[in-house]
């Protein structure tokens, strides 16, 4: 199946506290963002990739110099996530059919790797659903108490039980969905078909990552 691609790209990076937000941070000779279009923009079923930016972004021009403009534009985003992909939905009017398969990816993923975007794209054209990738929380969970009036920091309240728990990204639903109406806002994803990594992440090589088949 051919798809298309919404990369949200327009967050500051306040937590990431760089020179520069995190998604153009340099990564082994490229950037961030880079990295992680690299999956999609090698695979020739990507039709073409929305990247939502901020309104005031002045890196993105440069980026965008070194791609191929025929499978990448660029739209401004809005205050929430939600808001950016949405107006990255609203660009692909004209490009993509209502039913048309759209990948969303953050820009600040860099290490997708190509066998588990193939599995993805092949378990939700199979069920004819939509799907997200999945691996396990491997990170310590702690539950704060609420601050007191005294207490300059909360305090742990417990540890979470992380397993059943997992870090999700990309996903992967029709660009209308049978059951929405324009008005409809983007909600959680329960009920998708939650597909497992095939591995951890991986650090980019200097090449191009291939898809695999």
Known sequence: MNYFLVMPAAGSGRRFQGDVPKQYAPLMGRTVIEWALAPF????????????IAEADSIWPRVAARLAPERVSATPGGV????????????????????????????????????????????VTDADRGGLLAAPAADT?????????????????????RSGLASCAPRCRRRTPRTATRATKPRHSSGAASIRCSSKARRPTSKSPRVGT
């Open 41 to 52: 923009l090698g695979d020739e079923r990507c039709a073409h990739a929305v990247v939502v």
């Open 80 to 123: 929430e996530r939600s808001d950016s992909v949405r107006r990255g939905l609203g660009k692909l009017a004209g490009r993509a059919a209502a039913l048309d398969w759209v990948l969303v990816h953050d820009a600040a993923r860099p290490c997708l790797e190509p066998a588990d975007l193939a599995r993805l794209i092949s378990r």
């Open 141 to 161: 969970l702690k539950q704060a108490r609420e601050a007191s009036e005294r207490a300059e920091s909360p305090a742990v309240a417990r540890t979470i039980d």
